[in-house]
């Protein structure tokens, strides 16, 4: 195969070229899923299964630097400026790892709560960048009315689950009152409590109960793969509370974190324990298409320039249906008061912020997918694992080499000459033999491009490389014209070599594609339902159909590719709403004008 004689000639001429490094100080963008060194997971340890992952994120920001904390990770992360993040051991853990914590940062001090469904303490921190924790109390009581564990159901019906599992603590500066809310469940709602800030934030009256589910009115809540299970109810989970222009979004996750749909939602109240209202907005944050897909159980936070971010959970799958990374989107309230956040074009590489945004889409590059379904070759490949995988923007499909060692190597060929901006190599795991983490785990590769397979130029030298980057995304520090663009294995800390994708941006020298010329949108019988329709673009990569409550409230986004087809079965709407829809192309010179704005009842 030409790729193959090319990857073999770059090979050749590599020793002899210039190195140019991807230098990390000066990259100014970011890529989900979120480039850290996310951990070994032994949590499937019984079973043998060995994978990183990362979920229910929370950031927060104290003192100038963010702090990101998730799922059994055996620590956390602190970062600047929301691209570079390093890891932080503390010097004091719970007994056991941490699993959907709960994160909070009043004044100069930092809290730490862990889920639970037992006894537990709450951390406190004035310099969590140390990784000095303190214990702000050495446990928590038991929860009024909660069952014991190991209690077998029925329970009584005023009884409340073990816990607190999923928490989130939250202070309202304007009272200086403290709060908790907590679930995670198919069968019990969201709980809320008021905390005693005289008794180290120990439990005050009673729980009540504030949000459940309500499948049959909300679609998106639905279980499943685009929401098509019909048996297993959904759960709730992940609560968060942002308090904005004198109201209480109580956020929450649904309906589950093993598929593309994993959501964040909110209602809305004039006081911390409500009541609250049903936003008809629903789903915030919502991200079904693509390679980075769900986008559920997170945070709502805001930078150091006063905007706001919506973090979540991304779904891999690959190895166990609890694989999983992390996310972060632009997001904010609107001038009525709608909460939203922009997942369009959500996994490609946007700007870090420098300012106070005007929108949130500024902070999209405007670089296009410039590898997608490109021809791809290997030096080696597992039967049933080839190079071609790393093309399909697909998270569950992998290329496996024969071996882990320096001579394996990967070309992408883009099939013409293009301006490259950005790189971002997927890892995978496979039949791995690690469960820890630890200092031999790094992620090292070089990457070279050429525009004629003779001439070669690194762009990318890991090979000093101490973390490991299960999501290595790579800047360049200036534009580069090229055609080919080649992967040289150097070390992963796993028994195999194994990438998902390896996703190219940048832009290509053609035109824009043109808007669909027809659109449909019918909504079902069934109102959560609408079936979409449009006609083909030549030359579209895919298309984003968009969708709102009002015209100038598309803040829903599904992106399709063009070789997906060009119809789409919609199963997100809430009932007794009315919703407005646009499609937009896109390939790799950019993005089309948003159509004509259709309007269904």
Not at 240 to 254: E, N, P
Not at 283 to 299: C, E, I, L
Not at 378 to 397: I, R
Request: aromatic share 14%; with cysteine.
């Amino acid at each position: 195969m030409k790729s193959m004689v090319l990857a073999t000639l770059g090979a050749a001429t590599l020793a002899a070229c210039p190195i140019v490094r991807a230098q990390s100080s000066g990259i100014r963008t970011y890529c989900n899923p979120v480039d850290i060194d996310y951990k070994y997971n032994f949590e499937q340890l019984n079973e043998g299964i060995s994978y990183r992952s990362g979920a229910d994120p929370v950031i927060v920001r104290q003192l100038g630097e963010y702090f990101l904390f998730e799922t059994i990770a055996g620590g956390y992360w602190r970062s600047r400026d929301l691209i570079h993040w390093r890891f932080v051991t503390p010097t004091r853990w719970p007994v056991e790892d941490i699993v959907a914590p709960a994160a909070l940062s009043v004044r100069d001090t930092m809290y730490l709560m862990q889920s639970t469904f037992e006894q537990r303490p709450i951390f406190f921190s004035t310099v969590p960048e140390t990784g000095r924790l303190e214990f702000f109390n050495r446990w928590l009581p038991p929860l009024p009315r909660a069952m014991p564990v190991g209690t077998p159901p029925p329970w009584p019906a005023d009884s409340i689950p073990p816990g607190p599992w999923d928490p989130a603590l939250f202070h309202d500066p304007d009272s200086d009152r403290w709060f908790l809310y907590w679930g995670s469940s198919n069968v019990y709602p969201i709980y809320g409590i008021e905390l005693d800030k005289e008794r180290r934030l120990t439990y005050e009256g009673e729980p009540k109960p504030l949000l459940s589910l309500h499948p049959e009115l909300h679609g998106w809540e639905r279980f499943g793969r685009d929401h098509r299970d019909t048996i297993i109810h959904p759960y709730v989970e992940g609560a968060w509370m942002t308090k904005h222009d004198g109201h209480y979004y109580l956020q929450y996750g649904a309906p589950g974190t093993e598929y593309n749909v994993y959501a964040n939602g909110t209602y809305v109240g004039e006081s911390p324990l409500g009541p609250f209202t049903y936003a008809s907005y629903n789903p915030v944050s919502y991200r079904p298409g693509g390679f980075a897909t769900g986008a559920g159980h997170g945070n709502t936070f805001q930078d150091a320039f006063g905007n706001f971010w919506n973090t979540g959970t991304t779904w891999i799958g690959l190895n166990w249906n609890f694989e999983r990374r992390i996310v972060m989107y632009p997001a904010g309230f609107d001038r009525d008061g709608a909460m939203f956040a922009d997942t369009r074009f959500g996994d490609f590489p946007h700007r870090a912020p420098t300012k106070k945004w005007q929108r949130p889409d500024e902070l999209f590059t405007g670089w296009m997918l410039l590898s997608y379904r490109k021809s791809a070759s290997a030096t080696s490949a597992l039967d049933s694992f080839p190079a071609s995988n790393v093309t399909d923007e697909n998270p569950h499909t992998i290329w496996v080499a024969r071996s882990n060692s320096p001579r394996e190597a990967l070309t992408i060929d883009l099939g013409r000459a293009a301006v490259i901006r950005a790189i971002q190599v997927n890892y995978a795991d496979y039949k791995s033999n690690r469960f820890v983490s630890d200092s031999t785990i790094c992620t090292r590769f070089r990457i070279s491009i050429s525009l004629d397979g003779r001439s070669w130029r690194r762009i990318a030298d890991l090979s000093r490389e101490t973390r490991d980057r299960p999501n290595a995304y790579i800047e360049l520090p200036s534009p580069a014209r090229a055609r080919l663009i080649r992967y040289e294995h150097l070390h992963v800390g796993a028994a195999t070599l194994a990438i998902s994708d390896i996703r190219v941006f940048g832009r290509g020298a053609g035109p824009l594609p043109t808007t669909p010329t027809t659109f449909t949108v019918t909504r079902d019988p069934d109102a959560r339902d609408a079936h979409i329709t449009w006609s083909p673009v030549p030359g579209a990569v895919g298309y984003n159909i968009r969708w709102g409550i009002a015209p100038d409230k598309l803040y829903q986004t599904y992106q399709r590719f063009a070789d997906e087809g060009s119809a789409l079965e919609l199963r997100a709407l809430n009932v007794g709403q009315h919703y407005y829809f646009a499609i937009e192309s896109f390939n790799e010179n950019g993005v089309s004008p948003l159509g004509e704005v259709v309007r269904i009842e």
